[in-house]
């Protein structure tokens, strides 16, 4: 039973690994402490608690009265000091954003350790330290914002409602050009540097806990783009179990017809219509979005209590088209023959065979960058990978046109 504990103990210890790495990424807290009189209070204890993780953080204030606290994960606080001589001060209603440096000034009240002075107005949020302009996005406000990219949920969605930014076509912001941003999620940056482009596509935002699009006056450790930075920050369990789930669906009949279409007469008379209609008819349609998240403390009764410790926190996405409601150009699925290698027929606008043979690239007589085409357009099965062999029988048949 012991070895079962100890492994147990383990195998948390290993889960809450990537969380203490990935709250690293967030923002700041500084300020100065002074006494009644505005004098500064040296050798303060400044504690910033994170109250719905119980995550802490503890400095003094230096011989100017100043403290700083760098790095705070995104999330509600409560900032407490004491020191000899002065009551107990607790500021609550503190949140600290991605990427802002915010500044908390406390004054102390003369008094004992054991009396408390509780203040819980909340600090403006405002940046002052630095000439960084940047537009933050809330949690709460991600709740209600409609982030749809092409029809999903997307984390990068948020983008075209910020102020300065040009969708047309790739991304543009402050008039850069589209691929001159940075994506950073939690610190971490998600651009190919040889293209510019994010390196994988952004999953649902339930992910996410807060995003920030930073337009000028980047600070030192962003200084490598002109085009605007991205940050995200994950989200985290907390000291309670939360969950959410969400389910889109789009159908035909939600769909709206334009004037101008319905007052085309060829638009009436064409498909999906059978028969001339008195309005154009809506092309059928089917979607559905579902997902949900979950978090919480990691707790394992009578074996490990998580709470003020270790989280969890769990996100699952879904996307159906299960009716192809129409073939787009270049739409198409393998026929049987060229699933076993035959593609034949398959040539080019000058009647060449097209599919080539890359072990004869630059030998066999072949310039150097030349291939020779498969005889007949004909691929070996000897020379299929074991990797497509495996895919292979996953792939669809054809249901319509032959391909």
């Given at each position: 039973?012991?070895?079962?504990?100890?492994?147990?103990?383990?195998?948390?210890?290993?889960?809450?690994?990537?969380?203490?790495?990935?709250?690293?990424?967030?923002?700041?807290?500084?300020?100065?402490?002074?006494?009644?009189n505005g004098a500064v209070v040296p050798?303060?204890?400044?504690?910033?608690?994170?109250?719905?993780?119980?995550y802490t953080v503890t400095v003094e204030?230096?011989?100017?009265?100043?403290?700083?606290?760098?790095?705070?994960?995104?999330?509600?606080?409560?900032?407490?000091?004491?020191?000899?001589?002065?009551?107990?001060?607790?500021?609550?209603?503190?949140?600290?954003?991605?990427?802002?440096?915010?500044?908390?000034?406390?004054?102390?009240?003369?008094?004992?350790?054991?009396?408390?002075?509780?203040?819980?107005?909340?600090?403006?949020?405002?940046?002052?330290?630095?000439?960084?302009?940047?537009?933050?996005?809330?949690?709460?406000?991600?709740?209600?914002?409609?982030?749809?990219?092409?029809?999903?949920?997307?984390?990068?969605?948020?983008?075209?409602?910020?102020?300065?930014?040009?969708?047309?076509?790739?991304?543009?912001?402050?008039?850069?050009?589209?691929?001159?941003?940075?994506?950073?999620?939690?610190?971490?940056?998600?651009?190919?540097?040889?293209?510019?482009?994010?390196?994988?596509?952004?999953?649902?935002?339930?992910?996410?806990?807060?995003?920030?699009?930073?337009?000028?006056?980047?600070?030192?450790?962003?200084?490598?783009?002109?085009?605007?930075?991205?940050?995200?920050?994950?989200?985290?369990?907390?000291?309670?179990?939360?969950?959410?789930?969400?389910?889109?669906?789009?159908?035909?009949?939600?769909?709206?017809?334009?004037?101008?279409?319905?007052?085309?007469?060829?638009?009436?008379?064409?498909?999906?219509?059978?028969?001339?209609?008195?309005?154009?008819?809506?092309?059928?349609?089917?979607?559905?979005?579902?997902?949900?998240?979950?978090?919480?403390?990691?707790?394992?009764?009578?074996?490990?209590?998580?709470?003020?410790?270790?989280?969890?926190?769990?996100?699952?996405?879904?996307?159906?088209?299960?009716?192809?409601?129409?073939?787009?150009?270049?739409?198409?699925?393998?026929?049987?023959?060229?699933?076993?290698?035959?593609?034949?027929?398959?040539?080019?606008?000058?009647?060449?065979?097209?599919?080539?043979?890359?072990?004869?690239?630059?030998?066999?007589?072949?310039?150097?960058?030349?291939?020779?085409?498969?005889?007949?357009?004909?691929?070996?099965?000897?020379r299929f990978s074991t990797i497509a062999?495996?895919?292979?029988?996953?792939?669809?048949?054809?249901?319509?046109?032959?391909?």
């Amino acid at each position: 039973m012991k070895s079962v504990k100890h492994l147990c103990m383990i195998t948390v210890f290993l889960c809450a690994l990537p969380i203490a790495a990935l709250a690293q990424f967030g923002g700041s807290i500084d300020g100065t402490v002074t006494d009644p009189n505005g004098a500064v209070v040296p050798g303060a204890k400044v504690t910033a608690t994170n109250t719905a993780t119980g995550y802490t953080v503890t400095v003094e204030t230096s011989q100017a009265g100043v403290y700083a606290i760098a790095t705070l994960p995104t999330g509600p606080y409560t900032i407490k000091v004491t020191q000899a001589g002065f009551k107990t001060l607790i500021r609550a209603g503190i949140e600290v954003r991605v990427g802002l440096a915010e500044t908390v000034d406390l004054k102390l009240d003369l008094g004992t350790v054991q009396q408390t002075v509780e203040v819980k107005s909340a600090a403006p949020v405002l940046e002052t330290n630095n000439a960084t302009r940047g537009t933050g996005v809330s949690p709460q406000t991600l709740d209600v914002l409609p982030l749809f990219s092409a029809g999903l949920r997307l984390a990068n969605g948020f983008i075209g409602y910020m102020p300065g930014v040009n969708q047309g076509g790739e991304t543009s912001i402050n008039g850069s050009t589209g691929r001159a941003s940075e994506v950073m999620i939690d610190g971490g940056s998600m651009v190919n540097p040889e293209s510019g482009g994010v390196v994988f596509y952004f999953p649902g935002f339930e992910a996410y806990g807060e995003f920030k699009l930073v337009t000028s006056g980047f600070t030192a450790e962003n200084g490598r783009v002109g085009g605007g930075i991205q940050e995200f920050t994950s989200k985290s369990g907390t000291n309670q179990f939360h969950g959410s789930a969400f389910f889109n669906f789009k159908r035909q009949f939600f769909d709206a017809v334009s004037w101008g279409t319905n007052a085309s007469a060829a638009s009436r008379s064409a498909a999906p219509c059978i028969v001339p209609q008195a309005t154009a008819c809506r092309p059928k349609e089917r979607y559905n979005e579902e997902g949900g998240a979950a978090g919480g403390p990691i707790y394992i009764p009578k074996v490990y209590d998580g709470r003020n410790r270790s989280f969890f926190y769990f996100t699952w996405a879904g996307f159906w088209q299960p009716a192809a409601v129409t073939a787009n150009g270049g739409e198409s699925t393998p026929t049987a023959a060229m699933l076993q290698g035959n593609f034949a027929g398959l040539t080019n606008s000058a009647g060449a065979e097209i599919i080539y043979d890359p072990a004869t690239t630059g030998v066999g007589g072949n310039a150097p960058g030349v291939r020779s085409a498969f005889a007949g357009n004909i691929v070996p099965s000897a020379r299929f990978s074991t990797i497509a062999k495996n895919i292979i029988p996953f792939i669809p048949a054809p249901n319509a046109g032959g391909g």
